[in-house]
């Protein structure tokens, strides 16, 4: 059976990224084109945690991630902490399911307007992956979650699903493994598709994304104002370049295009204005692995800054809000083990 990486390898992986010329772009100094604010760290109160997002909803804020006594192989549960003004910070509810590792969650709002949360959950058996597919779990409260459930199929990894107003759906890209076998052991060539739905429990295909190799990973979609969505796809295969998707309504016929980097668990919001700015983890003007700021303009992608990180980092959450870019996001450059930390970021 597949072994899951160990964080060594993750950060060695990382660290050979830097050869890449590609990584020659290094973001401005800070102020050119953004500042940090503020950088708060919100827990450190588990032996392990990652994988953040946060939502304002009914006029307050969440923010969730996994807590877990290691990285891989035991079961995880998604932490949840709530605020009314991103200073004080209270848990207010963990959704777990036995013997199940539930990571990388991601939270939105269904058309009923009920908070939902995404989360991948995995099984092990001697530290060893059994099992994968994407679980779901909606709440009234934010308190009070219901039984999480099942979609798609054994070995599927719904990243980021968003939902789409005007659509009046979910959408969101699927990475797969072992598309041809029943797994748990990766080929040699991953797959990843385009899904939709009307309540974020039953999908159906939208989008094969065929043409889409080199083991594509992590991606998430947004929708711009005319309804052009865009899609940020990392691939851990062939020369490893970030891709950027671009399709106009079905969304059924996409066009591909490279950066100049590579890119880990990327993630990117449309602001008022109608800049397309996003975070990801990448290289900066420091050594080692950091969460990066960019801007996406003329189909490039801008480095503007690198937020305090190093090490085991990433996964970053976004929101807007008052004119400020709020980043959430796990990093161990305090501390041996990741904490979860907030950041404020005003562009210019």
Excluded at 33 to 51: C, E, F, P, Q, Y
Excluded at 53 to 66: M, S
Excluded at 97 to 108: A, F, H, N
Excluded at 289 to 314: M, Q, Y
Aim: hydrophobic residues 35%.
């Amino acid at each position: 059976m597949f072994k899951p990486p160990a964080p060594r390898f993750i950060l060695a992986f990382c660290i050979g990224l830097l050869t890449n010329t590609a990584l020659a772009q290094r973001p401005p100094a800070p102020g050119d084109r953004a500042d940090i604010l503020t950088v708060r760290k919100l827990w450190d109160k588990s032996r392990h945690s990652s994988g953040a997002d946060i939502l304002r909803w009914e006029n307050l804020w969440y923010v969730c991630f996994r807590t877990a006594d290691t990285p891989f192989g035991t079961p995880g549960q998604i932490q949840f902490l709530t605020s009314f003004d991103m200073i004080t910070w209270a848990e207010v509810s963990a959704v777990s399911q036995k013997d199940v590792d539930l990571r990388e969650p991601k939270l939105g709002v269904t058309k009923e307007k009920r908070m939902i949360l995404f989360t991948e959950g995995v099984t092990y058996d001697r530290g060893q992956i059994t099992s994968k597919q994407p679980r779901v779990t909606t709440s009234t409260d934010g308190r009070n979650w219901v039984p999480t459930q099942t979609y798609l199929i054994n070995g599927d990894w719904l990243w980021r699903p968003f939902w789409h107003e005007k659509d009046q759906r979910f959408y969101g890209a699927s990475y797969h493994t072992h598309p041809t076998t029943p797994g748990p052991r990766p080929e040699k060539e991953w797959s990843i598709k385009l899904y939709s739905s009307l309540d974020g429990k039953v999908w159906q295909l939208t989008a094969p994304w065929d043409s889409v190799t080199g083991l594509p990973k992590d991606c998430t979609t947004r929708v711009l104002a005319d309804d052009t969505m865009l899609a940020l796809v990392s691939r851990e295969g062939g020369d490893r370049l970030g891709l950027l998707g671009r399709a106009s309504p079905p969304y059924k016929e996409w066009s591909w295009q490279p950066l100049t980097v590579p890119l880990g668990s990327p993630n990117f919001i449309v602001l008022p204005d109608g800049r397309i700015i996003g975070a990801s983890l990448g290289f900066g003007a420091t050594p080692g692995a950091h969460v990066i700021i960019f801007e996406i303009k003329d189909n490039k992608f801008e480095p503007l800054l690198e937020l305090p990180s190093t090490a085991e980092c990433g996964h970053p959450g976004l929101a807007w809000h008052e004119d400020q870019l709020i980043v959430v996001y796990h990093s161990s450059h305090e501390d041996k083990k990741p904490a979860i930390y907030m950041a404020k970021v005003r562009l210019k």
